[in-house]
């Protein structure tokens, strides 16, 4: 079986060479069998790399420490799911799903293009070819999961404890599929550029390629995110880590491009820098894997470190950005350029966010390569965190979140800012209302926590208008609002939901940020503690032994109103002797959208325990409003006028939308 | 104003705009990045109190003191020299005697460092890697160590 999996892998590097050039030279020669190559190449590349990945899962599985991938990152006394989940906790493993995943695009191309123009489809799979194929390189000659040892050790070295959670089943394929995905967008703009042209088509094929890539980024953060919060046991949702940040930069520069595709698609203007932009963001991804693979960060996902593996990225991430920049400087030109449009309209304001959004993609860049830059070019070893992110990114979103309501309400080509803004009229009341209520009634909001509370009111509220005012809310009687709003586009809800996610999910970071308590503390058991309002008693410490690992198990009691426990909270310290690694569990326990989060410290000579305890006011919105926000990517999906394989069909109703304010 | 003064005014909006955005992100690299020392560094360079920088080297052994409450006491050293530090909050999970830690916080009117995020290892195999760097460059540390 491994061997199966390892010839499948060197039969789809093979494959992925063929879909690189037999399709190019079909598209240049206009040979249409050589052009159809192209479709079944892509979806046999894709059978050989599961099979190849299967197999190394089933590996994994049946702990075959015989692989040095798996003894270096697996033990038999590891629950299963952690044993399957392990095939991708490891560099190895990592990039064999990124290729994966790359080849299960590649297929998804072939098999829904078919009303693609054949020349088009045909160069959109040679790139993505190419791309697969420097990726297969890679694995086959620095990171060959496939290695054998002889002898085969008894038993594996376990994973990283800290990957020991189904965290690891749902964060990295969902953060995949999100920022390879965007590799779609790369092909096609590299295809339109080989091709010198770019027609309005070509805008409704990108968009929904761009939505799946950032709804599962989207994702793939939010859940990274929640991961980091509960494992690392420091109570913290995002830590501006390099690491963050590289998952961070393609998700901005795919939400610019979300919305430049949209302009594009409805006003055909925006098509050179709608190209550049998905060209960016898929080159943002390389970066992200180059950073996070080469190992020229310390983190958690930096799971080895080679130099040879290093270079080799960097060299992948040249000759693709390199590459696909180099295009774009000669063949710009050629493309005809969108038409021009008042500043005050939808797409001024979609050319705003775009301002917004790849500035504030700049500062995250800057921020996040200085440290590297210095580095390389003198002695000093610096390192750029939050506060730096907190000056910079922070003034550049707040403005942008400000204006985000007003969007989706400005006509085409020519907007009223004065008819919008009375139309938002009770959003904006209801969030003054907000932010005096939180300045007035809170103690201890600042002047920053209470505009924070109003400005992510605003973007709830300004989202909800949206639909009501496409619905018609005052204008018409009930019965007809409700039709109306039955009838509205799914990519109206799809918006309207996008920004009621990101409202919320402000809200989040807002309550945590600026209402959140936290308190440290040693403990004997019986003791008793209050924070903000909620009484936790430390019942005590009890040892347990898991399959493997031991632990010692801190339990608390909430106590009620009436002093008897309400509920119990245990958190806990684990032992893993194979690594000799020790953990946090984290104790938490949500309350309506907030949540009490319990870290157990080290236990003291007399018996007592450091406690650390914070209570995060309506945290659970930060990840709940990234949920959000995928819906309304999968709305925006479900809209005819974008679903895939069904591009041209339902012409009368486009008209028909695009009529509508 | 004609078209064109528009389209002007919208093109330098756009770039006072941008031009503000590059201002702040490089006032922001010199005031917020903080720079890594390990202990003998410090004899040479100045760092006033109240600087904000990151300390690594190794957690000296049978340093580690614990006070009153949650806050822990124990000192930083590269083998040349060694700085004590204080720290109150929970440690990380890898934070023992002998291996490599990153702390951040500033210098205290007292001479004692006044940590406010300690960084161990994420993994069990990996020093940090400026710890690292600079334990080689010293002489210190050798790589078959750390495997």
Redesign the interface.
Known sequence: MVETGHFALVLAFALSLVQTIVPLFGARLSNQRLMAVGGPVAVTGFALTALSFAALASAYASSDFSLANVWENSHSLQPLIYKITGTWGNHEGSMLLWVLILTFFGALVAAFGSNLPATLRANVLAVQGAIGAAFFLFILATSNPFIRLNPAPIEGRDLNPILQDLGLAIHPPLLYLGYVGFSICFSFSVAALIEGRIDASWARWVRPWTLVAWMFLTGGIAMGSYWAYYELGWGGFWFWDPVENASFMPWLAGTALLHSAIVMEKRSALKIWTLLLAILTFSLSLLGTFLVRSGVLTSVHAFATDPTRGVFILCILTLFIGGSLALFALRASRLTAGGLFHPVSREGALVLNNLFLTTATATVLVGTLYPLAVEAFSADKISVGAPFFNLTFAPLMAPLLVVVPFGPLLAWKRGDVLGVAQRLMVAFGAALLATLVTALFIDGASVLAALGVGLAVWLILGALTDLAVKAGVGNVAVPVMVRRLVGLPRSVFGTAFAHLGLGLTVLGIVGTLCFGTEKILSMHAGETVEISGHTVRFVGLYPAQGPNYSEDRGRFELIGVSGSPVGEISSAKRFYPVRQMTTTESGIRTIFLSQLYISLGDEGKDGSVVVRLWWKPLVTLIWGGGLVMMAGAAMSLMDRRLRVGAPSRRRKQTVADASQP | MTRKQ??LS?IVG?LA??AA?TG??F???G??????YMPADLTTASVQPGQ?I?LGGLVEKGTIQ?G???TVAFSVTDTHKSVKVTY????P??FREEQGVIT?GTFGPDGVFVADSVLA????R?M???VA?GLKAKGVWQESKSE
Request: proline residues 2%; charged residues 30%; without cysteine.
């Open positions: 528009k389209r919208v756009g705009f941008l955005a702040l992100t006032y922001a690299l005031q917020k990045a903080s720079y890594f904000r990151r614990r009153q409450g949650a109150t909050g929970i440690l999970d890898l951040e290892k994420h993994d069990e990996y940090p890697k400026e760097a």
